[in-house]
């Protein structure tokens, strides 16, 4: 055990000289072209020179031109950041303030012509030129300036006289206007510091909308001084108060970033009715749901007295959010309590409605001008896509693309975010290749322009406070970068190479996704040594899409999320890494790369009996029991595999027919994960075998 931790550490130590190497890689002549910066999102257009600007103690900076305020506060962070990225103490200028203006010696000139605009399609493009003295940033308002330095940050490099910031000229705006993320706060709450630190996330990668759905069948979160049973029964008493909504929009508008509020109806409205039952469809006693999925509670539209009700908390609640967007939801409405409900059924027929969401489009034009007359333009999930639905409605597609260039060609204005659902557990190169406007889709300009952008979607049934950052990064920084940068940035081996380094940064800013594996698998192993599960950790991967939660009925919002499938990360890199590496060997075999993959089969296979002694005190971690002991007899066979490629034998049918039921069996589930190498294994069995 002692020489096996010790090659662990050496293992650990080299990875992480790796990544250092990485993260000070030096510069080149076209980021599009050689990727030799680390930026993410990738610039519009990027070339740079063989100048350095160094920093040391005399570093200022200066902001001209006519700015709002949010960017003193936000350069002011800049130099904080760096000097906690480089170790240089910058004390010497504690905070930036207009009367730095006439510092013209600044080592970085910040030029801003107007105030921005929190608002959709605010410009945010921003120039750098950097020379051997001097970094100019030029920007027609601040929030373009807030993203010039986050480029910046990503752009400090080091080399043997100290750390510095490359000659570039670069300029560069944003794809799409609306580059949003989805925190579901409903079904899990999470907290304020929460929220923050995903604010910050997002303004690294140079996200603009953090989209809040506030209320759901598990709990209503806003407290609402109109409508105090909203919080007294149908928040379990976990809510935001209104100041914490004033303090999270003031956070978010300090770097650029608009919040979106969603409360949804007519559905997904357990909570509201549990507080207000009147307001139901169908009488029955209600209670706010603990399991997860799509219930049949419904509000009723045949109810007058529903309109003056929303009509009142909508705007309670639009006066708490400033942004011009409200989300009404509109989504999963089963219509059942209206297709079974005898006075709602005679009003549909009185009208000629002939299907349930003939009543929803009824009930949503009913409440448009509700919105609209509180200044506000609605969005909905696309199940609202109906015949009579107004064109001044935008459009959230979830369900497919189907839907989203429906809605474009229909005239309305169109938000993506089918393909961005990082709940799903997906890789960051299925999101990263899920384009808006593919090659393959054939649209007018017009039609295009209805197109805002996309937004990535974290919904909270199997995350908490411990374990969301892991599921919304760094994935959803390459997400960003789709949003972003042109659509010939595409290179998905780049983009990974990229968001490892984008990972590290993220995780300077305080986000847990790295931090949280730790924790959990000390608590899990109940003080013993930690390795075996987390070399086996590293391997897997939570069940996808929605097949972790069978039938929704597996976990509650009470349920414990620190198990195996909490510990396990999407996307993991080993995997990653080691299934390119047996594509390059089956290819391309070579001793280096034989070695490779030898050592670590050798050392997956190996990991079973240290594995096996954990369980004595840490009976949490029997049903990983099954992938560990899989995981060994997979990695024997793929060794098996290697002699014989190695020594230019084939191996017959029997062997073949043997290692197919091992690589069967490791496909089974267990601890509701899965085994990300047995594809690799398969090619290398398979080509042992002369297939």
Known sequence: MVIDDECRNIVMIRKKILLFLLV????????????????????????????????????????????DKRIYAEASRFLRRLSNQTGIFLDKQGFVTPQDSINHSAALIIHVQRPGKLQLGEDESYSIQSNVQQISVNATNDIGAIRALETLLQLVSADATGYYFPGVEIDDQPRFAWRGLLLDVALHFMPVDVIKR????????????????????????????????????????????????????????????????EFVVPAHTTAILTAYPEFASVKRNYKLQRYFGVFDPVMDPTNEKLYPFLEKLFSEMSSLFPDEYFHIGG?????????NTPHIKSFMQARGMKKYMDLQTYF??????????????????DEILQPGIPLGVTIQSWRGNESFYSSVRKGHKAILSYGYYIDLIQPASYHYLNDPIPDSVKLTDAEKKNILGGEATMWSELVT??????????????????LWSPQTVNNV?????????????????????????????????????????????????????????????????????????????????????????????I?????????????????????????????????VLLEAAPLSENLSKLSEAALEAVSFLKDEKKADTNWLSEKNEVIKKARQQSGRCELQIVDAIQKLIEKAAGK
């Open 24 to 67: 000070v890689a030096g510069t080149g002549s076209q980021a599009q072209v050689n990727n030799s910066f680390n930026l993410m999102p990738v610039p519009a257009h990027l070339t740079s020179n063989a100048n350095k600007i160094y920093v040391d103690q005399r570093f200022r900076v200066c902001v001209k031109g006519n700015p």
């Open 198 to 261: 995903t604010l910050d996330g997002m303004a690294e990668v140079k996200m603009n909308v953090l989209h809040l759905h506030l209320c759901n069948d598990q709990g209503f979160r806003v407290e609402s001084k109109l409508f105090p049973r909203l919080q007294q029964v149908a928040s379990d008493g976990i809510y935001y108060t209104q100041q914490d909504i004033r303090d999270i929009i003031k956070y978010a508008d300090q770097r650029g970033i608009r919040i979106v509020p």
């Open 331 to 339: 989504d999963e409405n089963t219509g059942k309590d209206w297709e």
């Open 364 to 381: 949503n034009k009913k409440i448009l001008p509700i919105v609209q007359g509180l200044g506000k333009k609605m969005i909905g999930w």
């Open 465 to 482: 406070t411990i374990t969301v950052d892991s599921r919304i990064w760094p994935r959803t920084a390459a997400i960003a970068e789709r």
């Open 493 to 585: 081996d780049d983009m990974y190479r990229r968001l490892d380094i984008a990972s590290l940064h993220l995780e300077a800013l305080g986000l847990q996704h790295l931090l949280y594996q730790q924790m959990l698998m000390r608590q899990l192993c109940n003080g013993q040594d930690i390795g075996p599960l987390e070399i086996l950790t590293n391997l897997i991967e939570p069940l996808k899409i929605y097949e972790r939660n069978e039938g929704d009925t597996m976990y509650t919002v009470f349920s414990p999320f620190t198990k195996l499938a909490d510990i396990a990360s999407p996307d993991p890199p080993e995997p990653r890494i080691f299934n390119k590496e047996i594509d390059e060997f």
């Open 587 to 619: 290819n391309h075999p070579s001793a280096h790369l034989e070695k490779e993959i030898s050592d670590k089969l050798n050392r997956w296979k190996e990991n079973d009996l240290p594995f096996k002694k954990l369980l004595a005190t840490a009976p």
